[in-house]
């Protein structure tokens, strides 16, 4: 091989770590022979290479099940035919397998990886790893990690050869050595070897998924009156709004917001990962056509018609809450099974007029939703439906009644991708309606003579309101 080609092979080995930024690959870990390897070795190394962007795995158990299915179990973790046939089946672009070894003339350990190309079995590259005393460590596991990491990256599940042919690979490096960890006399060392995530969690290391982007909403709202006729005075009672109000808005435009943090995934694993915190924000903006009667304050109260008025509205939703997450596998790649907790303010004000100014509402919430995978980070579907179980329409009663007894439920379905180095994208809809009775009477106005008698009360009897929003959001963002 001429020292061109040497040089270009090795600028593809240091280089792929930053080509993976793009594409992420799909990795299994097929076992790690020799006494003091297994299921703890497997995992403390799968720990490792979880913190390196751009990887997704499938769990050693799929692994050996479907070789199982296969026929090829007793074989799987020596053979490489056997190996690819697995991950060919499973889309698995590189698979690692492991050994560790006694050293000849001391007490420490040589853990040796290898990693082979998931399309056709061929051998990537092979590091070794130094393991002082014997003990496998967290820092043993994050050596062997980033010393086989640019073999993964070059693995392929699709049949042919891997990204670089194995008499073109590049010469090993020096075997990788940690050094040892001093002790004081009576003190053990103890075990750092990290464990892979039990189901039930928020993927290793994903603790904070913020993303942002455009929003539309739609409103419609029905308030219907209490039928009744004016009553002649002194004074007169005349009733607001006696046909009450059908309203629809466009589809306007606007800007969201959707964070959800788990700060448990820092520094743990397990279920308990999955508690986390959300905060949610949405505003759209718009104006509203409503035709405004204005009564002058005479002795006659007459009134006088405005007709249909522009009016400055304000639409915003914000949401804080709790949500817990938990994943029957691998988060991120296994279905999953949320349940959540919130309060929500909406709100909805319209300019300063006679006849209605909107209706804000401070409400609670319970969720329950799940997410379904297809078979790749690139598509998954999120659906959570809510319930409402009470409404405060707070001051803004009184543009409907005295009280309001409301209820109501809500929805979201949205299609979600994981892509490149933990970028996210999410396209969906949502839809909260609320609705309930009315009781009394509203806001009124009254209109006096000259001498300060009141001529005319004008009230407003409120009977029920139905009132939904329809949402749509394209968002992206990023998950750490």
Request: aromatic share 8%; no cysteine.
């Amino acid at each position: 091989m001429t020292r061109f080609a040497r040089l270009a092979v090795l600028f593809l080995v240091t280089l792929a770590p930053t080509l993976a930024l793009a594409q992420q690959v799909h990795v299994a870990i097929v076992g790690v022979r020799g006494k003091g390897g297994g299921a703890t070795a497997v995992q403390g190394l799968q720990g490792a290479l979880q913190k390196l962007r751009g990887i997704t795995f499938e769990s050693t158990r799929n692994f050996l099940a479907e070789a199982d299915q296969r026929g090829v179990a007793d074989r799987v973790e020596t053979d490489p035919k056997s190996m690819s046939q697995v991950a060919r089946a499973l889309e698995v672009d590189a698979v690692v397998s492991g050994t560790l070894d006694e050293a000849k003339r001391s007490k420490d350990k040589v853990l040796t990886l290898s990693v082979y190309n998931g399309g056709d079995g061929k051998l990537l590259g092979e590091e070794v790893v130094e393991v002082p005393g014997g003990k496998l460590t967290a820092k043993t596991f994050t050596a062997g990690a980033r010393a086989i990491e640019p073999y993964i990256r070059m693995g392929d599940h699709k049949p042919g050869p891997g990204a670089l042919a194995a008499a073109e690979r590049p010469a090993r490096p020096a075997p990788v050595t940690e050094p040892p960890v001093e002790t004081l006399p009576g003190e053990t060392v103890a075990d750092e070897s990290e464990a892979e995530p039990a189901p039930g969690g928020a993927e290793k290391g994903d603790f904070l998924r913020i993303q942002g982007g455009l929003s539309f909403r739609k409103r419609t709202f029905r308030y219907k009156t209490t039928p009744r006729e004016d009553e002649v005075g002194p004074p007169k009672v005349t009733y607001i709004l006696p046909d009450g109000i059908s309203y629809d808005s466009s589809l306007a435009p606007g800007l969201g917001l959707a964070v959800e943090v788990y700060p448990l995934a820092l520094s743990m694993t397990g279920a308990v990962t999955g508690l986390g915190l959300t905060f949610g924000y949405e505003q759209v903006f718009l104006t509203s056509k409503q035709t405004i009667t204005t009564d002058e304050t005479t002795s006659t109260g007459a009134a006088e018609d405005a007709g249909p008025t522009e009016l400055d509205t304000t639409e915003r939703v914000i949401d804080l809450g709790i949500k817990y997450r938990y994943a029957f596998g691998k988060a991120g790649a296994a279905p999953e099974l949320m349940a959540s907790f919130g309060m929500a303010w909406s709100t909805f004000e319209l300019e300063k007029n006679d006849e209605y100014r909107g209706t804000n509402y401070r409400y609670p919430h319970l969720g329950l939703g799940g997410r379904i995978p297809f078979g790749t980070p690139l598509v998954a579907a999120e659906l959570e439906l809510r319930y409402i179980p009470t409404a405060d329409a707070g001051e803004t009663t009184q543009e409907l009644g005295k009280s309001a007894d409301l209820a109501g439920y809500g929805l979201t379905a949205d299609i979600v991708s994981q892509f490149g180095a933990g970028f996210l994208a999410t396209v969906g809809i949502d839809y909260t309606a609320i609705s309930g009775d009315v009781k009394g009477e509203g806001r009124s106005k009254e209109l006096v003579d000259a001498a300060g008698e009141t001529v005319e009360r004008k009230v407003r009897l409120g009977k029920s309101i139905d009132d939904s929003y329809l949402g749509i959001h394209v968002r992206a963002g990023y998950h750490f």
